[in-house]
Structures are given as structure tokens and as C-alpha cells.
């Protein structure tokens, strides 16, 4: 009888994924994502403002929005010219790193822990190294950075330049402000710095 139960189970389990394939179920969620991820410019603009001011920002930039695997919220400009991508990540607060940090050494080690916990690939920096630190200038406000280098551990040879930079909102209905980590990771050989500092220098916040 328990045999039964479970085969009878497992057929209506199987009745179910059949029926949401054939009615249209699957292309309704993939579109139900797309919509979200990538919404009309001026509904992004409208609806990210926890981030920042997105209105200055160059149609070069193509804008989009998701969430990283560990759940802070992110958003993503894609450079249509060259690929380049810039990611904002929303920390939700600002315990684990704030912009005063990037005042200290300590920014080293904690930059290169959470780049590990915010990876959204199978690719892993090794010999990370801060080669450079200071600031942009935003519309209102002076956003630290450091840039370094590293290599990516699961491609052979690949040398990688990336800049981290940091300020910080109070989003809507918050208690406390939080912590906006700006991240880009290029090839080495393809960085190009005016990419980063023409949308950072776009914003306001």
C-alpha cells in the first residue's frame, strides 16, 4: 500500500512539471525574471534610488538589477562599447565594510574575504594585491577606492585588475545607513579607469 501511495506520488509530481511545461508555465517565470532584472530605464531610475541618482548616468550604460546568491541585493552596468561590467552590491548595513575602513590597511584583507563571499561564479582570486588607493569625485560626495590585482585562480595565466569602491545610503525605511560596494574586474590587458570614473562620477547620491 505505501508502494502505491508513492508511485501514485510521484506520477501526479510528474503530471504537474509535464502540465506547467505544455501551458506555458516556464516561459512565463523566464519572462516574469527578465522583466524584473531588466526593467525600463526610467523604471529603474524610479525604483533603485536606495542605490543612487541613476539619471545622469550615460545611455552607454546598460542598467539591470538582481540579487547575489547570498542575498544582498545588487545592481549591474554593462558598458555597451566594450563589455565592461560595474556591480553595486547593497551590504544592508554597514558592519561588514563601510568607506571610513578604506582609511585603514585593514580594507586589504577585508576587500579580498568579501570578494570571495560575493562571487557569483566558480572563479576564485588568488595573490590579491591593493596597488593603488583613492578617491572619485560623484556629483555630491568623495567615494574611496583601492585598485588591485590578482589572478584568477581556474584560468590558467589570466591576470586580472579590479577597482573597489565604497559609500554609503540610508536605503527606505532603514534604521541604520548602508554600505554600496562598486566592484569591476577586467583583464588586465583591457582595463580602461574612465570607464568606471564616467558612471561613478554620473551618480548621486
Avoid: W
Avoid at 568607506?99 to 577585508?110: H, R, S
Avoid at 579580498?112 to 560626495?141: C, H, M, P, W, Y
Avoid at 545607513?177 to 574586474?185: A, Y
Amino acid at each position: 500500500m505505501g508502494c502505491l501511495k508513492s508511485m501514485i506520488k510521484k506520477i501526479i509530481f510528474i503530471v504537474v512539471i509535464v502540465a506547467f511545461f505544455a501551458l506555458g508555465g516556464y516561459t512565463y517565470v523566464k519572462n516574469l525574471i527578465n522583466n524584473y532584472q531588466n526593467p525600463p530605464r526610467e523604471e529603474f531610475i524610479k525604483t533603485e534610488r536606495n542605490y543612487a541618482d541613476f539619471s545622469r548616468v550615460s545611455g552607454d550604460y546598460q542598467l539591470s538589477r538582481s540579487y547575489n546568491i547570498f542575498g544582498y541585493g545588487k545592481i549591474c552596468a554593462k558598458y555597451l562599447p566594450t563589455g565592461q561590467k560595474i556591480t553595486i552590491y547593497d551590504l544592508k548595513n554597514e558592519k561588514t565594510i563601510s568607506p571610513k575602513d578604506f582609511q585603514t590597511k585593514e580594507i586589504d584583507n577585508k576587500i579580498n574575504n568579501l570578494l570571495n563571499k560575493l562571487k557569483d561564479s566558480f572563479i576564485t582570486l588568488e595573490e590579491f594585491q591593493v596597488i593603488q588607493r583613492g578617491s572619485f569625485i560623484a556629483k555630491n560626495k568623495t567615494v574611496p577606492f583601492v585598485k588591485f590585482s590578482a589572478k584568477v585562480k581556474n584560468v590558467p595565466f589570466k591576470n586580472v585588475v579590479g577597482i573597489i569602491a565604497c559609500y554609503s545610503t540610508k536605503n527606505e525605511k532603514a534604521k541604520e545607513p548602508s554600505s554600496k560596494l562598486i566592484v569591476t574586474i577586467v583583464d588586465k590587458k583591457a582595463f580602461n579607469p574612465t570607464i568606471l570614473q564616467g558612471f561613478v562620477g554620473a551618480l548621486k547620491f
